[in-house]
């Protein structure tokens, strides 16, 4: 071990508020190697964490963890833990937050952390407080408390749990239930570090001497055999640190605070023993050994970071990987103020003071609301008095009249005529006209919510085409403008959809989001749909987080939703190219395949994903040192951003550098950076220059508008004359053989170029401009002008437009001027999407499969540990039960709130709900509607999330804790896409869906189900003129006889009634009684207030006998007969069976009566035949024997005011 010496040392300068605030060093609290990766990572007591990489310690991440001191760090495979006072963290090596745990209750003190020796996915966190924590790092989340009756300050593993207090004691406590098995008094005062082998257990700490705590200058050794002590190694210098060797299990260094460290033999105290000295500033904080035992780091309280090696070329693992560099940094090529190329470099300023209109702020002033003309009626009576003119008064005004600058509107038909969206969105004359202002219809929608949340709210009136909008009361909504483009570009569907059909085992997958989002709007048919699955799933990444892509809960005026959009413009794409596969979707032109050394063009294009091949720009990027060495990488960017550079100015003083220039200097620029050199081995200044090698099929173009000087280029021309319209409706590009980009403006005719001159080249039309919209100091929001391919408006009926308006939930047709025109200042441009003309001819032929895997039907794996089949309501799908159009199932899904509404209160104390409350589907079941196994559930899905429940409305959903928790859930627990999947099949295969509130069920749950696909029991028990709608359990207690949601929600009871509900109003219907049977539940509602008691007896439901259901074919409420038939015989059965067909609890089976009871209407003497079952359900009281049976009326006028009608039954042998 001798030759120990010092490799290099840095001091990294803490520049956080805290540490600007002090004045002062932070002191490094914590230092641990990788166990992976060539890094060093350490943390200060300002809470943050840093890590290096290499022997010459250069900076790799550095990020704020906590609030309080970094007390320990673990670097574990997915990136390294961290522990402060009040939280314990995983951040993954490049700086981005995985999980944070920091609760009030149990992360009061924490202090220090070791894996747990069970599993290798836990650590125990422990501290100053009254309980130990097990976390899982794969989830992030506490899985058990241990309570403790001692302060615990270090942890280390060993087959027990090691831990040191800061009595001076160390127990060994059991990893499963944390009980102490032994507990050995090591010193008398506070424990400094432990190191523990399989036999060994040493310790440092604090001795009381005369009242006060020193260093013991002994390290104490025990045998943990034995559990007695051994001959202690002494260390006069002090022992603070105590690290084993990695390689040699029985050598350890020990360290003291002034930087004296040691290495020695356990097993040999008395062989020779070398001292090193490490240089420092200050007293030692933090020391650490590396996994390969080559290395050795020192932190102390300057903040100085210090390496020890022994090897002439040290790793700090054996595996010796390096970590993933960032990328270089592009910077824009500046121009020097003395260069003499530019046109008025030699000219003379003519004004050196400042200019007249150049006022300060202080000398401004609003002149406010000129004066209204006086009538002439006064100016002819008016005398003047030197300069004071005088007249009566008319009398024809009021006074004190003040006025208004807000329109008022009458009745709210003149206010919608005032917001000019029922005009003609196909006028010629109409955006010319518009020319200086913003038409009203580019403003923020809203939605304005009721007692009844957004079913009175009239989303048709803001869009009457037939293409779906998306609403914006959801979290992160500014994506909608970026998802409608998405919809409408070629191939991105194709590619999404195809993701869908594939077996995906990702929870927060966005390319199946997008998938099912674009499944959706195809199928809206003007209908307003949400984004709520996408956007929650988009909420999650980590990613997403770092990059600053979340919206701003409170938005302000200066928030730029156009570099928000930007920047998600280049998110999604990159995300969509890592999780949609690789699948051949483009075909190469011939053109292309003659172009060499291009693995992204050509056969091997199946190898990349779909979104490489679509928005893919193959670039090579040549690099030069300063040392002549010369580098290229070849890449393929899927967005390109525009690079403003020089500006020229032509003779009337406009800025006259065209679209196409800026665009070829964007794609070909040429950038000084600093970047790696591998014959320097170092960072050096580099010039780095980009050249084409193919052209994508869609170029995504971010404006980059970040500079005020830089919007007057788009402002430059206006719409008046389009011929000179700055942004090109269609471009020209091409790939020259002598390697220069061609870049023109192709206008609207033909262009024909010389194919002799270019090695590729292609025409792009505009298709998609997505803007930010925000008028004089008011809230920006984003909006989309899409032009509609071909296919998508020749088959709209009557609708010609090619280019759409996409504003959240408001969609109208607009002209192609008005989506060019950039002129307006309330626009400001943000992404651009150029398709090549033929792209749709450049596609493959790839069938998209029209639903899923069926098995996945069949599929009953579950997350929960503990599922317990005994308690399974549920049966899977048998192989020969088959599922296709037409096939009835009744579902019922139950939710909790992930937020409650958000409201405002105005002055005047009305109540306004800004957003709604925000639900998650926890639990869908689905039953068979037909077949033998009918009203057998076969889904019965609980499903779990990663998102904090803020109220699990037990009282409505039956929901529990416990049941979402997949360490405590005895049910089957599934990921909301697993049990999404599974209703989009179903819905693919044609079946039918039975429920009682299905609207706002499918709406929660995301998805849209065609009208004719669902029968809802609340529409089929529903008076048009009644706004009353009956609930289930009244239903059920009113028709069926039975009492359900006794003792809460179940889905299963829910949907079965629903069925049964459903097979009700079809005998009712069948029979002709259907509507005299709904008037008498409204008048039985009415009189019993809608409530039902649990003993409470259903009109005549004691005596009615019930018939067996007999097979009935599925029929639509809309297309129900109204033709009544003859019914069949009624029968007799038992009160407590669910299925009528069934046996009886005595064994015996039901029995035909044949007994037919007549009604005798008020005023009518014909004979109407009913069943006894319809009666019943008609009458208001039964009165029946074996023999005979009288039904009357108790009080007339209780009739009367229930307009039922009196009659009286009779059986078939007389009256």
């Known amino acids: 071990m001798a030759g120990w010496s010092e490799l290099s040392s840095v001091c990294d300068a803490d520049l956080s508020a805290a540490a600007a605030v002090t004045a002062s060093p932070a002191a490094l609290t914590s230092a641990a190697f990788d166990l992976d990766q060539e890094l060093l990572w350490t943390g200060n007591e300002h809470g943050r964490v840093a890590s290096y990489v290499g022997g010459e310690i250069h900076k790799y991440t550095s990020f704020r963890a906590h609030q309080g001191p970094v007390r320990q760090l673990i670097p574990v495979a997915t990136g390294v833990l961290s522990v402060g006072p009040q939280s314990v963290r995983l951040t993954n090596r490049r700086g981005m937050v995985q999980w944070t745990i920091s609760d009030p209750m149990l992360t009061q003190d924490l202090y220090c952390m070791a894996p747990s020796a069970l599993r290798h996915s836990d650590v125990i966190v422990a501290g100053r407080q009254r309980c130990a924590l097990m976390v899982n790092v794969d989830r992030g989340t506490i899985i058990r408390k241990f309570d403790c009756d001692s302060d615990i300050v270090v942890l280390r593993r060993s087959q027990l749990v090691c831990c040191g207090t800061a009595t001076g004691e160390v127990m060994l406590r059991d990893p499963r239930t944390f009980r102490v098995e032994h507990a050995v008094q090591a010193h008398t005062g506070t424990i400094s570090d432990i190191a523990v082998t399989d036999n060994y257990l040493l310790t440092c700490g ?106 002439m070329h040290p790793r700090v693992n054996m595996s010796g990987e390096m970590p993933e560099m960032a990328d270089s940094t592009h910077l824009p090529p500046s121009a020097a103020m003395t260069d003499d190329r530019h046109v008025l470099w030699a000219i003379e300023r003519v004004y050196v003071p400042p200019l007249l209109s150049a006022w300060p702020s202080h000398m401004i002033f609003e002149v406010g609301r000129p004066a209204e003309a006086i009538d002439t009626e006064v100016l002819d009576q008016m005398k003047t008095v030197d300069f004071v003119g005088y007249a009566p008064n008319p009398g024809t005004r009021l006074r004190n009249q003040v006025s208004s600058s807000y329109r008022k509107y009458r009745t709210a038909e003149t206010m919608h005529t005032d917001l000019d969206l029922d005009v003609d969105p196909f006028s010629d004359n109409e955006w010319s006209a518009r020319a200086g202002e913003m038409p009203k219809y580019y403003r923020k929608v809203e939605i304005k919510y009721s007692k009844f949340g957004v079913e009175d709210f009239d989303f048709g009136y803001y869009n009457k085409t037939f293409f779906g909008g998306l609403e914006t009361h959801i979290t992160n909504s500014y994506c909608n403008a970026e998802l409608q483009a998405l919809r409408f570009l070629p191939g991105v569907g194709v590619a999404a959809k195809l993701h869908t059909a594939q077996e995906c085992t990702k929870e927060y997958c966005l390319c199946c989001e997008l998938g099912f989002l674009l499944r959706m709007l195809e199928a809206a048919d003007g209908a307003n749909c949400q984004a709520s699955n996408f956007l929650r799933a988009f909420g999650t990444i980590p990613e997403a987080s770092a990059l600053g892509l979340f919206e701003p809960e409170t938005p302000e005026p200066r928030t730029s939703y156009s570099a928000l959009i930007q920047s998600f413009n280049r998110f999604i794409l990159e995300q969509l190219h890592q999780e949609c596969g690789s699948t051949m979707l483009v075909r190469p032109t011939e ?25 893919g720009i193959p670039m090579v990027t040549q690099s030069q040192c300063q040392c002549g060495e010369m580098t290229q990488r070849n890449s393929s960017p899927f967005t390109v951003d525009m690079a403003y550079a020089a500006k020229s100015v032509d003779m009337a003083g406009q800025h006259s550098r065209p679209f196409t220039d800026i665009l070829r200097s964007s794609l070909t620029r040429e950038s000084q950076t600093r970047a790696w050199c591998d014959r320097c081995r170092q960072y050096q200044p580099t010039i780095q220059h980009k050249r084409l090698r193919g052209l994508p099929v869609i170029l995504n173009i971010n404006s980059a508008l970040y500079k005020r000087e830089d919007r007057s280029h788009w402002c430059s021309h206006g719409a008046a004359d389009q011929s000179h319209r700055w942004l090109p409706k269609r471009l020209f590009i091409g790939l020259q053989k002598d390697g220069e980009l061609d870049v023109r403006d192709a206008g609207d005719s033909a262009l024909e170029p010389d194919e002799a001159l270019y090695n590729q080249y292609a025409i792009f039309e505009l298709s998609a401009v997505i803007s930010q919209i925000q008028p004089e100091k008011e809230l920006p929001h984003l909006v989309a002008h899409i032009r509609v391919p071909p296919m998508e408006y020749d088959s709209l009926d009557g609708d010609s437009s090619e280019w759409y308006l996409f504003n959240d939930f408001l969609v109208r047709g607009v002209q192609e001027a008005e989506a060019l025109d950039l002129l307006p200042n309330w626009k400001l441009p943000a992404v651009l999407c150029y398709v090549r003309e033929n792209a749709y001819d450049l596609l493959e032929d790839v069938p998209i499969p029209p639903y899923a895997d069926p098995n996945i039907l069949r599929n009953s794996e579950s997350m929960s540990i503990n599922t317990n089949d005994a308690c399974k309501q549920y049966r899977l799908l048998e192989e020969d039960e088959a599922i296709g159009p037409g096939s009835v199932c009744a579902i019922d899904a139950e939710f909790v709130a992930l937020s409650q509404e958000k409201t405002e209160t105005s002055a005047d104390g009305v109540r306004t709900v800004v957003r709604p409350i925000r639900l998650s589907l926890a639990r869908v079941s689905v039953v068979r509607g037909d077949g033998a196994l009918e009203g057998v559930p076969f889904i019965d899905d609980y499903i779990t999330t990663s998102e904090p429940i803020v109220d699990y409305l037990t009282e409505f959903s039956g929901i529990e804790a416990a049941d979402l928790d997949p360490a405590l859930s005895s049910h089957h627990l599934v990921q909301l896409k697993t049990a999404y999947k599974k209703l989009r099949l179903l819905l693919d295969m044609g079946c039918v869906f039975v429920g009682h509130g299905l609207k706002k069920d499918f709406r929660i749950i995301n998805i849209m189900v065609p009208p004719e696909q669902v029968i809802d029991t609340v529409d089929i028990f529903h008076l048009k003129n009644r706004q009353r709608k009956i609930s289930l359990r009244f239903l059920a207690w009113y028709l069926l006889g039975e009492s359900i949601q006794t003792s809460g929600h179940d889905s299963i009871e829910d949907a079965r009634t629903a069925l049964r509900l459903y097979k009700k109003y079809l005998e009712l219907r069948a029979k002709g009684t259907f509507d005299r049977v709904l008037e008498g539940i409204y008048a039985e509602g009415w009189r019993r207030n809608w409530k039902v008691g649990e003993k409470d007896e259903p009109p005549g439901q004691s005596l009615l006998p019930r018939a067996p259901a007999a097979p009935l074919a599925i029929v639509h409420p809309d297309q129900a007969a109204a033709a009544s038939v003859t019914p069949a015989p009624a029968t007799i059965a038992s009160n407590n069976d669910t299925d009528p067909t069934s046996e009886t609890k005595t064994g015996l089976k039901s029995k035909a009566v044949p007994a037919a009871l007549h009604m005798l209407p008020p005023g009518d003497d014909d004979m109407h035949a009913e069943t006894a079952d319809d009666d019943a359900l008609l009458s208001p009281t039964l009165l029946a024997s074996p023999s005979t049976a009288e039904m009357v009326a108790a009080d007339d006028d209780a009739a009367e005011a229930r307009r039922l009608p009196l009659f009286r039954a009779t059986t078939s042998g007389g009256t």
């Not at 200058?217 to 045998?223: C, F, G, H, R, T």
């Not at 420092?280 to 996994?291: E, G, K, L, R």
């Not at 172009?595 to 992204?600: F, M, P, V």
């Open 591 to 615: 053109m292309e395949k003659s172009l060499a050394g291009d693995e992204t063009i050509g056969e091997d294009a199946g190898a990349t994903s779909p979104i490489k091949q679509l928005f």
């Open 206 to 311: 604090y001795s009381e001497r005369h009242g006060e705590l020193v260093i013991d200058p002994l390290v104490k050794v025990y045998d943990l055999r034995s559990m007695r002590p051994l001959a202690p190694l002494s260390f006069v210098a002090g022992p603070s640190f105590l690290k084993l060797h990695p390689i040699k299990p029985l050598s350890v260094f020990i360290a003291a605070q002034d930087g004296q460290f040691q290495t020695c033999d356990i097993g040999n105290p008395a062989a020779q023993v070398q001292f090193y000295q490490a240089n420092t500033s200050s007293y030692i904080t933090a020391f650490d050994i590396s996994p390969s035992g080559e290395l050795v780091a020192f932190g102390d309280a300057s903040s100085v970071v210090s390496l020890w090696t022994d090897s």
